[in-house]
């Protein structure tokens, strides 16, 4: 069976600083990778996806960028952090064009 | 833009009563999925629903597909504390982007 996995699971960075978010999955080849941003327990925001190693596709200019150095490993970064990075980040997958996704357990980050 | 708006935002009720919760859309798509989020966690896909008029159950839960493809709804039967939550819908369109349209979310709370 697949699994998802995402650390760390929660991160207090001060502003100014880097990140580094990972994203593995088990299980299952050549699969589509997103990330995601939720705010307030509320609607998700698409901000990467990857159909696959080295495809990077952004849908909101941001302080953020991502990277798919393997085929089931999926990297957020920040260079230096803003207050209004803070959130929680979801990854997730999915066959590819399928249309059910698969999501982490999730990153609780707070820029402070 | 595809735009999937969920009704109500907030549901605050009862244990043993019945809901329904809705996503409308202008657009057609060829499937629509509902996600169950708990605090702190990623979603968990529940049901997806791919032809017009389709109905499905899971338990005391109802899953609807509208005639046109364009709404859903869920139908909770007798709610129980274990069903609160914030619950998503998506969107998929087959031969567009592999990325699904999310809708902001209904927060259910089943008080005891």
């Known amino acids: 069976s697949q699994t998802i996995h995402q650390w760390p699971a929660t991160l207090v960075q001060p502003v100014g600083s880097p990140l580094s978010l990972e994203c593995t999955v088990e299980?299952?080849?050549?699969?589509?990778l997103y990330w995601y941003r939720q705010a307030a327990g509320r609607g998700l925001q698409l901000l990467f996806y990857?159909?696959?190693?080295?495809?990077i596709s952004s849908e909101v200019p941001q302080n953020l960028s991502a990277s798919r150095p393997q085929d089931r490993q999926f990297i957020l970064s920040s260079k230096k952090l803003l207050l209004s990075d803070s959130g929680f980040y979801l990854c997730a997958w999915s066959v590819p064009w399928g249309d059910e996704q698969f999501f982490g357990p999730g990153t609780r980050l707070t820029v402070l | 833009t595809q735009l999937l708006e969920q009704s109500p935002q907030f549901l605050s009720i009862q244990e043993g009563e019945n809901l329904t919760v809705y996503c409308n859309s202008s657009s057609v798509f060829s499937s629509l999925q509902w996600y169950r989020q708990e605090p702190g966690e990623g979603p968990v896909l529940l049901v997806t629903v791919v032809t017009g008029g389709e109905v499905k159950k899971l338990k005391r839960l109802t899953f609807q597909f509208g005639d046109a493809r364009k709404d859903s709804s869920l139908h909770i039967t007798a709610a129980q504390p274990g069903d609160t939550g914030l619950y998503l819908c998506a969107g998929f369109r087959r031969g567009g982007s592999e990325k699904l349209v999310f809708g902001k979310g209904t927060k259910l709370t089943v008080n005891p």
């Open positions: 990857s159909v696959g190693i080295g495809q």
């Open positions: 299980g299952t080849s050549n699969p589509n």
